[in-house]
């Protein structure tokens, strides 16, 4: 139980483009979800909290209109990157734990993004 | 100091060793408490939660001491398998917020 499904796992594109990652929990409502991203030997660094119907709350130094995060479901978060730039290349993973304060997160697979 | 605290390791034990990592946390406020492990570009995969009383899976076990606030690890009979980074993960009562550990990295030797 509690699979956490991400999508797409790699992206690579041109500078400039907008992407849109998928996180969905698959066995189990997911009130609260996560984002993470992870440079090459460095720990996870959150980018955003987000509940179910209300908006996210962004981490200090996070660009709120550069990191778009949805979570219009229970078992449904999206992060877009809009305008995408080299620096933005990274390891983005999302997680999602179930009701209730203090449940353990489970994690997606991840998104390798690559910006050229 | 950190909020969570852990040895970035590595550690580096023969293949059937028994390992113990620790990981202090500062708040007191702390209530729930968790072990991942995360492989080499991989997502963090939930270990085990924490249990007040300790708890064990396995070849893993997982104890408490809220006193000294810290929380253990314990590998026996170490895998080749075993070698990853291992992350503490501490959640404030109360609250959605989660803090992690910067991990300890283990490495079972042939």
């Known amino acids: 139980g509690a699979v956490v499904s991400q999508h797409p796992s790699w992206v690579i594109c041109k500078s400039g483009t907008s992407v849109k990652i998928e996180c969905r929990s698959l066995?189990?409502?997911?009130?609260?979800m996560f984002w993470y991203r992870q440079f090459p030997k460095q720990s996870l660094m959150l980018m955003a909290t987000s509940n179910e119907g209300s908006k996210a709350t962004y981490e200090q130094g996070v660009e709120k209109d550069k990191f778009l995060i949805n979570h219009a479901s229970l078992t449904l978060s999206t992060l877009t990157v809009t305008s995408a730039h080299p620096e933005d290349s990274s390891f983005y993973i999302c997680s999602a734990s179930g009701r209730g304060i203090g449940q353990p997160q489970h994690f997606g697979d991840g998104t390798r993004l690559s910006i050229l | 100091r950190k909020e969570v605290e852990q040895d970035p390791g590595p550690f580096n034990v023969p293949e059937g060793a028994t390992v113990a990592f620790n990981c202090t946390y500062s708040?007191?406020?702390?209530?729930?408490f968790f072990w991942y492990r995360q492989d080499c570009r991989k997502e963090p995969k939930l270990l085990m939660s924490v249990y007040s009383s300790g708890n064990e899976d396995g070849r893993f076990t997982a104890q408490l001491n809220r006193a000294s606030q810290y929380i253990s690890l314990l590998i026996r009979d170490s895998k080749l398998s075993d070698s990853a980074t291992y992350l503490c993960v501490v959640n404030l009562g109360g609250t959605y917020k989660y803090i992690f550990g910067t991990g300890t990295r283990l490495k079972v030797l042939a």
């Open positions: 066995d189990f409502q997911a009130t609260t």
């Open positions: 708040n007191s406020a702390s209530q729930s």
